[in-house]
């Protein structure tokens, strides 16, 4: 008769399985150190990638990436609305009142103001005008 002999009995498979156990749990220790080490080095300045050369694509867009960023110099202050209420005046040209419309205009100094084109209309309702818009004193009004 013939007996078969086993190559692995139950206490070798344990013994390997107990080894397997052991070494991940050596490489799982090994690299949260690892890591712990990563976080402490500060990050490399951007250097020239061959001594001697110019820097590559890839150090110029790390370069324009780092440098600061260029301030615009101060901007005037802005102009200021100010409402001009409906106001009729009587117009030479056209031989009748005309009522112009209320409207903002902007203060660009104290001597000038900005008037934007204004539609005029008259009181019976003709035909309107239009008064056209510009840079005046702000005392000024469009004469028609």
Request: overall charge positive.
């Amino acid at each position: 008769m013939r007996t078969f002999r086993s190559s692995a009995t139950l206490g070798v498979v344990m013994r390997g399985l107990a080894l397997l156990l052991a070494a991940s749990l050596l490489s799982v220790a090994a690299v949260s150190v690892a890591e712990s080490q990563l976080t402490s080095i500060p990050p490399a300045q951007p250097t020239i990638s061959i001594p001697g050369r110019g820097p590559d694509a890839i150090d110029q867009a790390r370069q324009r990436a780092l440098a600061p960023i260029p301030q615009a110099p101060g901007l005037p202050p802005s102009p200021t609305d100010q409402w001009v209420p409906e106001r009729r005046v009587f117009s030479s040209e056209y031989q009748r009142e005309i009522i112009i419309p209320g409207h903002y205009e902007s203060r660009i100094t104290g001597q000038q103001s900005t008037v934007p084109t204004l539609p005029g209309y008259g009181t019976r309702g003709e035909l309107p005008v239009v008064i056209p818009g510009g840079e005046r004193p702000p005392s000024q009004r469009p004469g028609l």
